[in-house]
């Protein structure tokens, strides 16, 4: 990385930290992401919760609707000002294991550190290490910056670190939100507004032999294989869905390839040993999260895909890549699951990234009848379609085969494939899309 202010971070006197949690592979990624865009002078130390409660409660609700729609109301219904105010006590109070790992970790330097700049992916380290950032900075003489990235384009209390230097969020609706919560705290923190951090060597751009690669797959009077990436979410949701999809996919043609990433765990492994059975399948996978995540970046970095099946999670901003560039594959997004999926795709469909939910509807109801589409309304379609860089698939795995092929063989991937990120002129916040996140928010923090 050749950038002067983002060289500053390379002082020797100066230690970066990163902090996250096992909630998931979306905290972990955007991490990952991050350490990508340091110089490779810059020496960072990763710091995991140990909480093991947190993934808990993330597997129960990604997969229990009941646990999860309880949940969302602690966090957002009429108790959730006291729940909040008490999950945030609950989270500063407990401090002993980050004070000793941030102690240990300056006295065991040959020459301690007189900055640490700690970058938190999760609020729940964030919190701890706020609430000892004083105390820290005034028995070790050192000055710490901490600055929180939030990892979804939503607003939720908990994230909201007072004591933080920097939150950082991925759009301007969100940031008035947060910026509105901390002034009736009485408790302000600098906010602000950058795209989404993605890991750079996903913003590529493609050879010409990959490019027409991936132009070539989504041609529906072609010939070349379909490279198809399905990453499976940390807590294993929809396994049962996406076996159903692979099976209905693939007896519509032998095209496709699936890329399956996934953890190898126990509750994946059935799962897993299933899809080896099948024919055009493809297995990634890894027993350490860390591991997951570099399995999926080199999978694109090894095969030009051309879609990809995924939550609208963290995931859901890949959309901020245009297709022209490594990690620019046509994205299908399974059903929302959580307050903060819906909002993810509602800041997609404010950039025209997506379509709208009825004209997405509208589009399944075409696939299911088959329907064909007359020259007028095939012209429009296609219009809207050159800016889109994504759709809703139905929640039932035949349908969502039948609405996939439909796509394909009526040409709207083709046109998805050839479309540009110039962005749409009635777009009101064009500031929050681009694929250079990770070198502003460095640029952002070495200015700070």
């Given at each position: 990385?050749?950038?002067?202010?983002?060289?500053?971070?390379a002082?020797r006197?100066?230690?970066?930290?990163?902090?996250?949690?096992?909630?998931g592979?979306?905290h972990?990624?955007?991490?990952?992401?991050?350490?990508?865009?340091?110089?490779?002078?810059?020496?960072?130390?990763?710091?995991?919760?140990k909480?093991?409660?947190?993934?808990?409660?993330?597997?129960?609700?990604?997969?229990?609707?009941?646990?999860?729609?309880?949940?969302?109301?602690?966090?957002?219904?009429?108790l959730?000002?006291?729940?909040n105010?008490l999950y945030?006590a609950?989270?500063?109070?407990?401090?002993?294991?980050?004070?000793?790992q941030?102690g240990?970790?300056?006295?065991?330097?040959?020459?301690?550190?007189?900055?640490i700049l700690?970058?938190?992916t999760h609020?729940?380290?964030?919190?701890?290490?706020?609430a000892?950032?004083?105390?820290?900075?005034?028995?070790?003489?050192?000055?710490?910056?901490?600055?929180?990235i939030?990892?979804?384009?939503?607003?939720?209390?908990?994230?909201?670190?007072?004591?933080?230097?920097?939150?950082?969020?991925p759009?301007?609706?969100?940031?008035?939100?947060?910026?509105?919560?901390?002034?009736?705290?009485?408790?302000?923190?600098?906010?602000?507004?950058?795209?989404?951090?993605?890991r750079?060597?996903?913003?590529q751009?493609?050879?010409s032999?990959?490019?027409?690669?991936?132009?070539?797959?989504l041609?529906?009077t072609?010939?070349?294989?379909?490279?198809?990436?399905?990453?499976?979410?940390g807590?294993?949701?929809?396994?049962?869905?996406?076996?159903?999809l692979?099976?209905?996919?693939?007896?519509?043609s032998?095209?496709?390839?699936?890329?399956?990433v996934?953890?190898?765990?126990?509750y994946?492994?059935?799962?897993l040993?299933?899809?080896?059975?099948?024919n055009?399948?493809?297995?990634?996978?890894?027993?350490?999260?860390?591991?997951?995540?570099?399995?999926?970046?080199?999978?694109?970095n090894?095969?030009?895909?051309?879609?990809e099946?995924?939550k609208?999670?963290?995931?859901?901003?890949?959309?901020?890549?245009?297709?022209?560039?490594r990690?620019?594959?046509?994205?299908?997004?399974?059903?929302?699951?959580?307050?903060q999926?819906?909002?993810?795709?509602?800041?997609?469909?404010?950039?025209?990234?997506?379509?709208?939910?009825?004209?997405?509807?509208?589009?399944?109801?075409?696939a299911?009848?088959?329907?064909?589409?007359?020259?007028?309304?095939?012209?429009?379609?296609?219009?809207?379609a050159?800016?889109?860089?994504?759709?809703?698939?139905?929640?039932?795995?035949?349908?969502?085969?039948?609405?996939?092929?439909?796509?394909?063989?009526?040409?709207?991937?083709?046109?998805m494939?050839n479309?540009?990120?110039?962005?749409?002129?009635?777009?009101?916040?064009?500031?929050?899309?681009?694929?250079?996140?990770?070198?502003k928010?460095?640029?952002?923090?070495?200015?700070?």
């Amino acid at each position: 990385m050749d950038d002067p202010i983002i060289n500053k971070l390379a002082h020797r006197q100066f230690q970066v930290i990163f902090t996250y949690a096992p909630a998931g592979l979306g905290h972990l990624r955007v991490t990952d992401a991050l350490y990508r865009g340091l110089p490779e002078t810059v020496n960072p130390v990763l710091l995991g919760s140990k909480d093991k409660s947190i993934r808990l409660i993330h597997r129960i609700t990604s997969i229990n609707p009941f646990f999860r729609s309880a949940f969302e109301w602690l966090q957002s219904g009429p108790l959730s000002s006291l729940s909040n105010r008490l999950y945030r006590a609950s989270l500063r109070s407990n401090t002993r294991l980050i004070y000793e790992q941030l102690g240990n970790l300056i006295e065991e330097k040959m020459e301690p550190p007189k900055e640490i700049l700690v970058i938190s992916t999760h609020f729940g380290l964030a919190h701890k290490l706020a609430a000892v950032k004083k105390k820290l900075e005034k028995e070790k003489g050192i000055k710490i910056f901490l600055g929180v990235i939030v990892t979804d384009a939503t607003f939720q209390h908990i994230w909201y670190v007072d004591g933080a230097d920097l939150i950082v969020v991925p759009s301007h609706p969100v940031k008035e939100q947060y910026d509105a919560y901390g002034k009736h705290l009485g408790l302000p923190v600098r906010i602000e507004v950058l795209p989404y951090p993605l890991r750079p060597d996903m913003g590529q751009r493609l050879d010409s032999n990959g490019a027409t690669s991936r132009v070539d797959q989504l041609n529906a009077t072609g010939d070349k294989p379909i490279q198809m990436s399905i990453p499976i979410s940390g807590a294993a949701v929809g396994t049962d869905y996406f076996l159903g999809l692979i099976r209905d996919l693939g007896g519509k043609s032998e095209r496709f390839r699936f890329h399956i990433v996934s953890k190898d765990a126990p509750y994946t492994r059935e799962f897993l040993a299933e899809l080896g059975r099948n024919n055009g399948v493809d297995i990634h996978a890894a027993r350490v999260d860390r591991e997951v995540v570099d399995a999926y970046d080199k999978l694109y970095n090894e095969e030009v895909i051309a879609l990809e099946v995924t939550k609208p999670s963290e995931q859901a901003f890949k959309a901020l890549l245009s297709t022209n560039l490594r990690g620019g594959s046509i994205l299908l997004f399974s059903s929302p699951v959580g307050k903060q999926e819906f909002d993810n795709l509602a800041f997609l469909q404010r950039h025209f990234l997506v379509p709208s939910l009825q004209r997405n509807t509208e589009l399944w109801a075409m696939a299911e009848n088959q329907q064909s589409i007359d020259d007028a309304a095939r012209s429009q379609l296609l219009d809207e379609a050159h800016t889109w860089r994504g759709v809703r698939i139905p929640e039932d795995p035949e349908s969502a085969a039948n609405f996939i092929w439909w796509m394909l063989t009526s040409g709207i991937f083709s046109q998805m494939v050839n479309g540009n990120m110039t962005g749409n002129p009635s777009d009101p916040y064009p500031d929050e899309l681009g694929p250079d996140g990770v070198a502003k928010f460095w640029r952002l923090v070495a200015s700070l």
